[in-house]
Nanobody, 123 residues
Framework: QLQLVESGGGLVQPGGSLRLSCATSGFTLDNTAIGWFRQAPGKEREGVSCIRSSQGSTYYANSVKGRFTISRDNAKNTVYLQMNSLKPEDTAVYYC????????????????WGQGTQVTVSS
């Protein structure tokens, strides 16, 4: 059974850092793209970053480019999202999701989702 489990969220001050993890099971990361999405209260879920595991190609939303870094450990079937220089507007529930092959930043393209982890950036 395909499963994704996020962890690593929490409360952090502006300018701080967090590293989110997405542990996967039931499939391998080969030929799979993993995306990170976030949803703030009252807003649509938006794509944050994506990594294509077979080649390591990475993609970022403009709002996080230069501050967030996505990476993977295929041996551990885990994808990470390192978030630096966090801002209050980064506050949201963060989700990881899986699709076949190619990256996308569109929610509708992903069929498997984790339960989400809360990130709160506040002083």
């Amino acid at each position: 059974q395909l499963q994704l489990v996020e962890s690593g969220g929490g409360l952090v001050q502006p300018g701080g850092s967090l590293r989110l993890s997405c542990a996967t099971s039931g499939f391998t990361l080969d030929n799979t793209a993993i995306g990170w999405f976030r949803q703030a209260p009252g807003k649509e879920r938006e794509g944050v970053s994506c990594i294509r595991s077979s080649q390591g190609s990475t993609y970022y939303a403009n709002s996080v480019k230069g501050r967030f870094t996505i990476s993977r450990d295929n041996a551990k079937n885990t994808v990470y999202l390192q978030m630096n220089s966090l801002k209050p507007e980064d506050t949201a529930v963060y989700y990881c999701a899986a699709k076949e092959y190619y990256c996308s930043m569109r929610r509708a393209d992903f069929g498997s989702w984790g339960q989400g982890t809360q990130v709160t950036v506040s002083s």
